[in-house]
T-cell receptor, first 113, second 110 residues
Framework: SQTIHQWPATLVQPVGSPLSLECTVE??????LYWYRQAAGRGLQLLFYSVGIGQISSEVPQNLSASRPQDRQFILSSKKLLLSDSGFYLC????????????FGPGTRLTVL | DAKTTQPPSMDCAEGRAANLPCNHS???????VYWYRQIHSQGPQYIIHGLKNNETNEMASLIITEDRKSSTLILPHATLRDTAVYYC???????????FGKGTSLLVTP
């Protein structure tokens, strides 16, 4: 079964600083990968998804970017964080081929001050 | 994807069955019903999904009405650890993002 690792678990960053969150997946090959964000008291918002190495689709225009340098590695980045970037960032993995069963990592709680 | 409607909150006594309803009256023929839950400060967890037949696994049972316009997730013997937000999602197996909506906040009490 799939295991999704995310780090760090928590992060406090000043406004204007860069960001790099990493997600790695074990137990499957060629997965669909997703980055979601959950603001405090809100629902999950899809940020990016990827169906393969180097293939990134962005859902919401913002100052974040994503990359997939390896099959089971997904990275979320920012050059300059905003206060509004605070939230709970979740990486998810879905099986290739269209299944909507997604497995989520433990998340990274980001606070921008 | 079709829209779903769930009650915002429900209570259930520990040891009793928790029955969580979901309306999806605009569901189309090729769309599945998925259930996930999110325990506080954790990532969502997949529970179960179905197309038109009832489904059961080690976590829960999913009952889908014959017209497929509504469904019920059943936790047969709720425990305190089942306290979570439960999301009913309708999706066409596109492998695309899931629309989690607001879900139902289930509180299991001793």
């Amino acid at each position: 079964s799939q295991t999704i690792h995310q780090w760090p678990a928590t992060l406090v960053q000043p406004v204007g600083s860069p960001l790099s969150l990493e997600c790695t997946v074990e137990g499957t090959s060629n997965p669909n990968l997703y980055w979601y964000r959950q603001a405090a008291g809100r629902g999950l918002q899809l940020l990016f998804y990827s169906v393969g190495i180097g293939q990134i689709s962005s859902e919401v225009p913002q100052n974040l970017s994503a990359s997939r340098p390896q099959d089971r590695q997904f990275i979320l980045s920012s050059k300059k964080l905003l206060l509004s970037d605070s939230g709970f960032y979740l990486c998810a993995c879905g099986l290739a081929g269209g299944s909507d069963t997604q497995y989520f990592g433990p998340g990274t709680r980001l606070t921008v001050l | 994807d079709a829209k779903t409607t769930q009650p915002p909150s429900m209570d259930c006594a520990e040891g009793r069955a928790a029955n969580l309803p979901c309306n999806h009256s605009t569901i189309s023929g090729n769309e599945y019903v998925y259930w996930y839950r999110q325990i506080h400060s954790q990532g969502p967890q997949y529970i179960i999904h179905g197309l038109k037949n009832n489904e059961t696994n080690e976590m829960a049972s999913l009952i889908i009405t014959e017209d497929r316009k509504s469904s019920t997730l059943i936790l047969p013997h709720a425990t305190l650890r089942d306290t979570a937000v439960y999301y009913c999602i309708v999706s066409g197996h596109s492998g695309y993002a899931l629309n989690f909506g607001k879900g139902t906040s289930l509180l299991v009490t001793p």
